[in-house]
Nanobody, 119 residues
Framework: QVQLMESGGGSVQSGGSLRLSCAVS????????MGWFRQAPGKQREGVAIIDSDGTTNYADSVKGRFTISRDNAKNTLYLQMNSLKPEDTAMYYC?????????????WGQGTQVTVSS
């Protein structure tokens, strides 16, 4: 069983920065693909960034150059550094762990942390 808990959300002005953290408990964290997703009111959940067990990353076009995903396997923690935030980044942010290492089936989810960006 894998459990995830996000922290670090909050309210910032446009252009500001936030760093989200996701504490992961359970086995095999270092071998799992991890990801950050977000869902704004009235919109579908979308992928923000993923990081494979070997450190390979992938980002949504909307956040490239502004967000950085990273992982600390010694601390079982996933991070999302968000810079140059825009009002359209406002959403509930979730971290997730994949089920079988393919970076496709994310079956473990946290409760989410709210990010609000004001103009």
């Amino acid at each position: 069983q894998v459990q995830l808990m996000e922290s670090g959300g909050g309210s910032v002005q446009s252009g500001g920065s936030l760093r989200l953290s996701c504490a992961v408990s359970g086995h095999s964290y270092s071998s799992r693909c991890m990801g950050w997703f977000r869902q704004a009111p009235g919109k579908q959940r979308e992928g923000v960034a993923i990081i494979d067990s070997d450190g390979t990353t992938n980002y949504a076009d909307s956040v490239k150059g502004r967000f950085t995903i990273s992982r600390d396997n010694a601390k079982n923690t996933l991070y999302l550094q968000m810079n140059s935030l825009k009002p359209e980044d406002t959403a509930m942010y979730y971290c997730a762990a994949d089920l079988d290492g393919d970076c496709v089936d994310f079956g473990y989810w946290g409760q989410g942390t709210q990010v609000t960006v004001s103009s």
